[in-house]
């Protein structure tokens, strides 16, 4: 079983990743991190909160966040207080972004996973997936 969720994982992620690129020119991470960042008070995270919400090294979202500064997409403000902390802000742009890009990644993961499994076994995955990320904490 392990090694059919690993394997569903990352065929899953595959098609998604592509098909955000084919679509819209985004990379799934870039996805990641505008939805991280829309949810987040006020639109914004610190570098770190966002680093651990999308599973990325320090060195690693920064990278990727300047990418998205180039992109107009977001943002990076001083934490007041803080002189060595930072704030990743999504932009209006960014925002525009999840609204263009949502309908058809809602499609393709509606084809590549969703729409193979029925509400019985997504009710039954949602209480495990839970069970397992509240254990985790």
Same mark, same amino acid.
């Given at each position: 079983m392990w090694r059919a969720f690993?394997?569903?994982h990352s065929t899953v992620i595959k098609h998604l990743? #592509?098909?955000?690129?084919e679509q819209h020119g985004l990379p799934l991470s870039w996805?990641? $991190?505008?939805?991280?960042?829309?949810d987040g008070p006020e639109g914004?995270? #610190?570098?770190?909160?966002l680093a651990e919400s999308v599973l990325l090294t320090r060195s690693g979202i920064t990278r990727l966040?300047? #990418?998205?500064?180039?992109?107009?997409? $977001?943002l990076r403000e001083t934490c007041p207080g803080d002189r060595r902390g930072y704030y990743a802000v999504?932009?209006?742009?960014?925002?525009?972004?999840i609204e263009k890009v949502g309908p058809d990644h809602s499609k393709d993961a509606w084809e590549v996973f969703l729409g193979h499994i029925n509400a019985e076994e997504a009710a039954l995955m949602g209480r495990v997936f839970?069970?397992?990320l509240a254990a985790g904490k």
């Open positions: 690993l394997e569903t990743e #592509r098909r955000m690129h996805w990641d $991190v505008l939805l991280q960042l829309a914004r995270l #610190r570098m770190g909160e966040v300047d #990418r998205m500064i180039g992109a107009g997409l $977001v999504i932009t209006q742009r960014g925002r525009d972004t839970d069970r397992v």
